[in-house]
């Protein structure tokens, strides 16, 4: 087998950019397809040239010919398929967060282990060369030590209608953003001293009953301190990492969508230096990263252990921000 035959759970928009494209880049195939709407399954087959319409997500979990399954289904639905998959042997990609606490990941992990079934959790960021500049810079004494950590994810509000608005699909923007800005820090905190502990969160409310926006402190056990933003009601879309050292700082300025802007920059000493990476998609290495894992054993970052880690952070800030006078229920 040189071509993964992908089956894919629902039609979601994701699905175009997170998976259609790479895979016709790296000659991947798109063999099945199934969402709640047949007709809109079929729509999206027809463009995204998809090879057949299954009546259900468990006929494409039992296709013979699907080798692994893609999973954008809404928060709520990524650990029960991801079950459902490992139960059918098939290695998931599945979408992050991969579960909705760090419990229901943990059984997702239990799972795939006994089984001894691959899952990864979709966190693309961390394929591409922007992340990799920054992580070389935070480590190769670049910077000097290390001081402080911020990771800035904010966007546009989603229509009403969005999922990421309904608490009982597990939205949010803690969850929806801020999973990818506590695992950014938690991919640093090897050149921090270790793991970051939550030391105050803030989740701002809204009416749908989600949070709307949140803000959360950390300390790493070497005195970094971090510091994770997000909110899903910005006047635009910015995803940064800024990285601050004794002898300077490190800015990504696009860490989440490099395609759209790979630049680097470095302030070390007063010299400004900016790099631009490559405009290449992250999900299109992440693809080939987890093809790479399927096909010849290589080591993925994002499996399903670090999935658990990564929920118990987001766990960890609910409980610290339940604690304070703005929060929400979960």
């Known amino acids: 087998m040189s071509a993964l035959r992908i089956g894919i759970l629902g039609a979601s928009r994701i699905a175009e950019q997170a998976l259609v494209e790479p895979a016709r880049i790296l000659g991947h195939r798109l063999v099945a397809c199934a969402a709640r709407d047949r007709t809109r399954a079929e729509s999206f087959a027809e463009k995204h040239g998809v090879e057949r319409v ?158 709307s926006a949140f803000d959360v402190d950390l300390a790493f056990p070497g005195g970094v301190t971090g510091r994770v933003t997000g909110s899903m009601t910005a006047p635009e879309y910015d995803f940064r990492i800024k990285i601050t050292g004794t002898r300077g700082e490190a800015l990504a300025h696009n860490f989440i969508k490099p395609n759209e802007d790979d630049r680097v920059t470095t302030i070390v000493n007063g010299d400004r230096r900016t790099e631009n990476l490559g405009r290449r998609s992250s999900y299109t290495y992440q693809l080939e990263a987890f093809a790479d894992h399927i096909l010849h054993g290589a080591s993925i970052p994002s499996d399903a252990e670090d999935a658990v880690r990564n929920m118990e952070m987001i766990d960890r800030v609910v409980d610290v921000a339940s604690r304070s006078d703005v929060t929400r229920t979960r």
């Not at 599945?94 to 606490?101: N, V």
């Not at 999922?163 to 939205?171: F, I, Q």
């Not at 929806?176 to 001293?193: E, N, T, V």
């Open 54 to 211: 299954l009546d259900s997500y468990q006929d494409v979990l039992d296709d013979p010919e699907v080798d692994v399954v893609y999973n954008p289904l809404a928060n709520a639905l990524h650990a029960p398929w991801n079950l459902a998959s490992i139960r059918a042997g098939k290695p998931v990609l599945t979408e992050k967060p991969s579960a909705s606490t760090a419990s229901e990941a943990d059984r997702v992990r239990l799972a795939a282990s006994r089984a001894g079934v691959p899952v990864m959790e979709g966190f693309h960021y961390l394929f591409h060369p922007v992340t990799e500049r920054l992580q070389q810079l935070a480590s190769d004494g670049t910077l000097g030590d290390l001081l402080s950590i911020e990771t800035i994810t904010h966007m546009p509000a989603p229509a009403e209608d969005d999922p990421r608005w309904h608490l009982e699909l597990a939205g949010g923007a803690l969850m929806d953003l801020g999973c990818y800005g506590l695992h950014a820090q938690r991919l640093f905190g090897s050149m921090a001293g270790g793991r970051p502990v939550v030391t105050a969160a803030r989740l701002t409310p809204h009416p749908s009953g989600v949070d």
